[in-house]
């Protein structure tokens, strides 16, 4: 009986370095914003390469959001803000950082944005008919 061998081959595939696990632990976390340790009702303006993001922190401590803005975020939009990620498998839970992409949890899945440029924080909801 002959065996065909399998005459697949391995090709290697160029990993980034920030897509490596030493890069993205040795990243300097500190200039980004961290919505678990914001106050409920604080708000982000968050500017990505293609869009401009309004976020009203709902649970801060849960990174429950509403968000506006985009193409898919049309009016505020009940959402968890999951992190910043560079698009890959590592994900900076909870937090805003420039350059990385910002991935939002939605009930119509992940929604996850061009790079983010400018994060600014905003003073807080004081009336609900602003987020209406």
Request: hydrophobic share 45%.
């Amino acid at each position: 009986m002959t065996r065909e061998h399998d005459r697949s081959a391995v090709i290697p595939v160029a990993v980034p370095a920030a897509g490596r696990l030493s890069s993205w632990s040795a990243h300097d976390w500190g200039g980004g914003v961290r919505v678990d340790e914001m106050a409920a009702l604080e708000r982000l303006i968050i500017t990505t390469a293609n869009s401009t993001y309004e976020i009203v922190l709902v649970a801060p401590a849960r990174a429950e959001v509403l968000v506006r803005g985009g193409a898919f975020f049309p009016v505020f939009t009940p959402a968890r803000l999951a992190g910043s990620s560079l698009g890959g498998s590592f994900l900076k839970l909870r937090s805003v950082h420039i350059g990385f992409r910002l991935e939002l949890g939605t009930d119509r899945g992940f929604i996850i944005t061009s790079p983010v440029r400018t994060v600014t924080i905003a003073p807080p909801i004081t009336d609900a008919r602003d987020i209406m």
